[in-house]
């Protein structure tokens, strides 16, 4: 069973009969290809899609201000260091339903401001393989086999591989194991209750679609109606 991203990779290229390497360091032409391209490919699948086994709810530390820090705004917090692409919400509890509010965030310089702490954030996390789905698994095996293929110059091997991963050029990549792959996620994923916190759903699904993140109206102590 693949229990490392070295794992991955070998089964990736088992897909075009290459052979396996013993190490992302190894100078061997695929070893050298996965050091370099392997690492973006399973970055870029985690970050395409908001997937639940990925996702992930934790406080974020919150730094000393250091003399420069002035006009932003009183607390600095620092980014999570497994993130995955931008945090999908910002609130003051772990949980949605326990939040008073969805506090207005800035990101400054790799830092995230705010006017309170704690600052919750919730976000896509980049997990061992150790915590994937097989079919999550499946879906980057084929995915880099494909980006294998095309370096090793078989174009129609590549092809194929691609249209397995992400379906017919039709699909516009939203086909395929992909799609395959989302509807067994959405399976996992739990239900989230509506229950509006200064106007925004505090189901972050909810919340960072219409609200950003955060809410202007929170910030400036606007009313609704």
Known sequence: MSQTDLDICNLAIDRVSGDRIDSFGEDSPLGVFCAD???HTRDVLMGKYRWTFLNMVRPLARLALQPGDTGVMACKFAAPA???GAVHA???AADPQAARLTPYVLLVDGFYWADDAPLFAEYTAAKPVTAWPTWFKE???TAFAAKLADHCQNGVLARRLEQT??????ENGEGGLYAQARNEDSRQAPQRTLNSVGG???GPLVGVRYGGGFSAFDRFGIGYG
């Not at 991963?165 to 039709?170: D, R």
Request: no cysteine; hydrophobic share 50%.
């Open 82 to 84: 497994d993130l995955i």
């Open 90 to 92: 910002f609130r003051d």
């Open 37 to 39: 391209h392997y690492p």
């Open 200 to 202: 925004v759903d505090a």
């Open 139 to 141: 879906l980057l095996v």
């Open 165 to 170: 991963a992400w379906g017919l050029p039709g």
